[in-house]
């Protein structure tokens, strides 16, 4: 094989895809107990045990940022949308959370950009649980 074939896929080299390759566990696993760790952190009042159900998630994965939203029912019985952003240069990371209550409202208003939600989110909620 020649070092120049273009046929031949180059090793990752950006930190985003290093991290999506050499890690188990499904991004928007990764994700959601990040955000729920800031989530913590900054005092909102609840955490991943707190979570009772995932209702559903989207996602957007590029090799320098990765985004996603949750819709959540916690233990209490509050509905939450908890959103997740993490842009990397680098080895440092830029992260963002954020979180908005919700109503009976099936996904939140959000504003720009198509957001593809998936409904398809008892992995995780059963992750949560384990």
Do not use: K
Not at 69 to 79: A, D, K
């Amino acid at each position: 094989m020649d070092a120049n074939d273009d046929s031949v896929p180059s090793p990752p080299t950006s930190w985003a895809v290093i991290r999506l390759t050499c890690n188990i566990l499904p991004p928007r696993l990764r994700s959601l107990l990040r955000a729920l760790e800031l989530a913590d952190v900054e005092g909102w009042g609840f955490g991943p045990a707190d979570v009772a159900r995932v209702e559903a998630y989207w996602e957007m994965l590029e090799d320098d940022s990765t985004a996603h939203g949750f819709v959540l029912t916690l233990r209490e019985g509050r509905r939450l949308y908890l959103q997740y952003i993490a842009g990397y240069e680098g080895d440092d990371a830029d992260e963002d959370v954020q979180t908005l209550p919700m109503d009976g409202e099936r996904y939140p208003p959000i504003e720009g950009g198509s957001i593809g939600w998936n409904d398809d989110a008892e992995d995780l909620t059963r992750l949560l649980a384990d």
